[in-house]
Each structure stands twice: as C-alpha cells, then as structure tokens.
C-alpha cells in the first residue's frame, strides 16, 4: 500500500502544477513574428545551355580498352579500335626451342571489363586483327591519334559479346592429359598460324634479345570491329593488361623420336592505346549538335553527352548575382542553405539505350583548365562526400542530382567567376567497390550517352533550386 500512496499523491501535485498554467502557450521565449526567418525557394534561375565537344582524351595503357563501332540512331557512328603491343614471355630474352618446330594453332585472347553498351541481342560481331606499320612506344597517346596498319588480314572472329559469361576451354598440361577449364568472360581470336611461325619463331637472334628490341620488330596488333556488319553494333571494353590479355601460341616440336607439345603466351597490351572516332551526321541529333558545336555562346533546349570522348554540355548562370544585390539594396541580405541542380533526360531517348550512369560536373578556371568545384574538392569548407554530391543517375526519379551549395554562393558573392561549368561522362571505375572518386578527367572508359533538357523553353529543363533566408542588418 505504500507503493500505492506515493504515486497517487504525485498525481495529485502533478495535476496541481499544470492545472494552474492559465496559458500554456506562454512557457519558453516569445517569438516576434517579424523578425521570425522564413525559408524562401527560387526555382526560376536562368541557365544557359549548350553542347560542345570533348578535351582529347589520353588512352595509353587505360585500364578498360575500348573496340567500337556503334551506329546510334540519335549521335550518329562511333569507332574505337584497339592497338596492343606484343610481349616477348617473361618479358626478357628468348630462346627459340631445338629441333622442328610446326605450330598448331594461335589464339588472342583478351578479357571482357565491364561497360558494355548498344545492342547484345540482335547485332553479330566481327573482329578483325592486322599487324600495325609502327610500333607503340612509350609515351602519351590521344584518342585522336591515327594508327597505320598492314591490310593483310592475320586473324578473324565472328561472335556476340558476353561480357559476364564463363565458359571452357581445353587446355595444355605439360606431361599429362590436356583438360578443360574454366575461363573468365573473353573474347578468342584464331591468328594466322604462318604469322606467328615467321615472326616469332622465325625471329633472329638478336630480334629477341630484349622486350624492347621484339616490339620495334613485331609492331603489334591493330584490332578492330567489321563495319559492314548488320545491326546496330555497340561499344565493349578489354582489359588489356597483364595475364587478362595475350597471344597464346599452340606448337609441337620434333627431336629426333621425340615430339613435345608446348603452349607459349606473349602477353599484350604493355603498351596499349586507343583510336577513337565520332560522325555525328548520321544520327537524326546530328544537325543540332552540329549547330551547338559551331555556336557554342547560344542557349538551347536539348544538350547531348556522350562518353568515349564524345560531348559534355556547358552550362552557365547569369543573374545569380542579382539575389544579392537586390536583398542588400534593401538594406538586408541572404543565407544560402542549399542549392540543388536537377537535370533530367528527354523522356523517350533512355530507350532502348539507357542513360549514362554517372554524369561529372566541374568548372572551368581562368586558363580554361579543370577544376573540382568548392563542394566537390576537399580543401574547401563547402566539401561534401560524393554520395551527397551526386551525379548519379536515379532510375526512379530518372533525373541526376548535384548539391552545389557552396559553388552557387561563390558565384553570387563574386567570389569565383564562372569561366565555364561542365556536366561530362564519368568514369564508373570503384561504383561497386564504394571506392569511386568524383574525377573531372575526360574519360575513354564509358561507352554510354544521354539526351539532357536543356534551357527553361524544354519541357525537361534544368532546374537549380536555391533555398535562402533573407536577414536584416
């Protein structure tokens, strides 16, 4: 009964206490409705928008190599060939083995990487190697640069990509039975057996004293997609790195009674390089793009982007600075608490051809170099991490999101001048590892591309909502 007392008295004094609150809404500090902060939305803001085309983009030794020939309904022709240096094994001197030696068979064989893009379904592949005219040095090469090659046709594949398909294949095993294993996802090429037997095992001496010495005497590899294909083709990527790619070389010798059989590889692709090559014409955008191109100071409704060093979109905000200005003429002034840029792909244009999955945004200085904006760069207070940042494509909204706080404030203070701001093809490099970086680089490495709104006469127009506080001084 005790237990009882006690809490029924403390309801007793509970109900006392409140009870002789006349007005409740009076406990804690008054509120003068006038000077209260009210949250205000701009969702109009001017911005002009325009195509242009991509910085050349360095290819050697990319790690996703890319062989193309994508004929786009809507950006037209996209080429991309492959040029891979071949390696002497063990990338050191070479002995040619004794006795007489006949070659069985030859294979390129080279990895799939992620990235595939165009049409897997209906489209029948061909790819076609030859031998280059001059060897890979190394050094720095662009999309643009232009490969002489020998027409002699050395090897040939017809075949659908299947870059996430595993298969079998028979391999050699030095004193035992050959057997079958299972390989990753890859791309086998037969190369002409009297290539190799000249020019590998017919090789001097001294042609095969040093990696370097073989690869000015082999040139390497000129690889290529058939552009006479039916279909509409696609873009796909090679790791043409270390073991992923290589020329693996089936022989036998004889000595005397004895026949061995032996597999020797030549790795390929250090160094390796890319020839990339756009043809707007053809696509039902490429009058307009041709027209953003060859007047980029215009505004326009449309924006096209496209990877593989294609198109990026500039886009610029003129009258920023007038939120400032007219608050302070007042005698007052603003507090930035967010701006969000919102940019949305055409309707229709996403099918059959998906969106981009990662667009870039970054600004331009004064030298017309690169460079992260304060909220992406992590030597600026405004710096954000790049899953707040944004960029990436969001399926459900079908629409690209950025927080630009801190660069939209920068501008309307005058604190950065806008020389150019510019929304690009990422690289997706780390996006399924959580390790991706927000990279401003042109990139080779993204076959995919996006139809954009563009100024405020599109139905799909880009957005930037700024959210303010107005304060008195």
Request: glycine share 8%; charged share 15%.
């Amino acid at each position: 009964m005790k237990f009882f007392r006690i809490d029924l008295l403390t309801l007793l004094i509970s109900l006392f206490i409140l009870g002789s609150c006349k007005n409740p809404d009076s406990i804690g500090l008054p509120i003068d409705p006038t000077k209260a902060l009210q949250t205000n939305l701009i969702d109009t803001a001017t911005i002009n928008t325009t195509t242009v085309l991509e910085d050349s983009v360095q290819t050697t030794n990319a790690s996703k190599a890319p062989l193309a020939y994508f004929k786009d309904p809507v950006f037209g022709i996209t080429e991309a060939n492959i040029v891979a240096s071949l390696n002497l094994p063990s990338l050191s001197a070479y002995t040619i083995p004794t006795g007489t030696i006949s070659v069985d068979s030859a294979v390129l064989v080279m990895s799939y990487a992620d990235g595939f893009y165009g049409d897997s379904l209906t489209t029948s592949y061909k790819a076609n190697v030859y031998q280059l005219n001059e060897p890979i040095a190394s050094k720095a090469y662009y999309n643009n640069k232009v490969w002489s090659y020998n027409s002699t046709l050395l090897g040939t594949k017809i075949f659908s990509p299947r870059p996430k398909t595993k298969f079998k294949i028979t391999t050699i095993v030095t004193g035992a039975k050959d057997t079958l294993i299972r390989v990753s996802p890859q791309l086998r090429i037969p190369i002409d057996k009297n290539f190799v037997f000249n020019k590998f095992f017919g090789a001097s001496s001294g042609q095969l004293t040093t990696n370097t010495v073989f690869q000015n005497y082999i040139k390497g590899f000129y690889i290529t997609l058939d552009k006479t294909r039916p279909g509409v083709g696609g873009n796909m990527f090679f790791n043409v790195v270390a073991d992923s790619s290589r020329l693996d070389v089936y022989y036998h010798t004889v000595s005397g009674s004895t026949i061995d059989t032996e597999k020797v590889s030549l790795a390929i692709g250090t160094p390796h390089a890319a020839e990339i090559k756009h043809n707007f014409t053809s696509g039902s955008a490429g009058a307009a793009i041709a027209t953003q191109i060859g007047n980029p100071k215009g505004t326009y409704n449309t924006l096209y982007v496209q990877g593989l060093g294609g198109l990026r979109a500039k886009i610029s905000f003129p009258y920023l600075k007038k939120i400032v200005t007219a608050a302070q003429a007042s005698g007052g002034d603003i507090v930035l608490n967010r701006a969000e840029l919102v940019v949305t792909p055409v309707t229709g244009t996403e099918i059959p051809y998906v969106p981009l999955p990662r667009l870039t945004l970054y600004r331009n200085d004064i030298a017309q170099q690169r460079q992260l904006i304060p909220d992406a760069y992590a030597g600026d207070l405004h710096y954000i991490l790049i899953g707040s940042f944004g960029g990436f494509y969001d399926n459900y909204h079908k629409s690209y999101h950025y927080v630009i706080t801190g660069y939209i404030e920068d501008l309307m203070r005058g604190k950065l001048t806008d020389y150019g701001t510019f929304i690009a093809p990422a690289d997706t490099t780390g996006l399924s590892t959580g390790t991706a970086s927000i990279n401003i680089s042109t990139t080779a490495q993204v076959g995919a591309r996006a139809v954009l709104g563009g100024d405020k006469t599109s139905a799909y127009k880009m957005k930037l909502n700024i959210l303010y506080n107005r304060v008195t001084k």
